[in-house]
Nanobody
Framework: QLQASGGGLVQIGGSLRLSCAFS????????MGWFRQAPEKEREFVAA????????YYGDSVKRRFTVSRDNAKNTVYLQMNDLKPEDTAVYYC?????????????????WGHGTQVTVSS
């Protein structure tokens, strides 16, 4: 089970930190990803992190603004979002996939959380 939290309303240039709590399986066996979906748009890859935390991956639109991390002792993955822009407004989903997953693809993940809304206002 995946439970995302931390979304909310923030002004342009602000920051938020999303958390995703993982339960029911061995967290360290899974790569973790963040995706987002804005109204009438396809789900978009945001960031991912390998099972060990040793490798991270980012979508082009969030590079140098967002940081993904994980705490395997707490079974939690985080997404620190800085310098937020209106185009970051979306529902953000966390997902878990096998260690050797295709990080950038929806199909690389087996388990999905329900999402948390992020709204960036001007």
């Amino acid at each position: 089970q995946l439970q995302a939290s931390g979304g909310g309303l923030v002004q342009i240039g602000g920051s938020l930190r999303l958390s995703c709590a993982f339960s029911g399986r061995t967290f360290g066996n899974y790569a973790m990803g963040w995706f987002r979906q804005a109204p009438e748009k396809e789900r978009e890859f945001v960031a991912a992190i390998s099972w060990s935390g040793g490798a991270t991956y980012y979508g082009d639109s969030v590079k140098r603004r967002f940081t993904v991390s994980r705490d395997n002792a707490k079974n939690t993955v985080y997404l620190q979002m800085n310098d937020l822009k209106p185009e970051d407004t979306a529902v953000y989903y966390c997902a878990a996939g096998p260690r050797d997953t295709s990080y950038y693809s929806n199909y690389g993940y087996d388990y999905w959380g329900h999402g948390t809304q992020v709204t960036v206002s001007s």
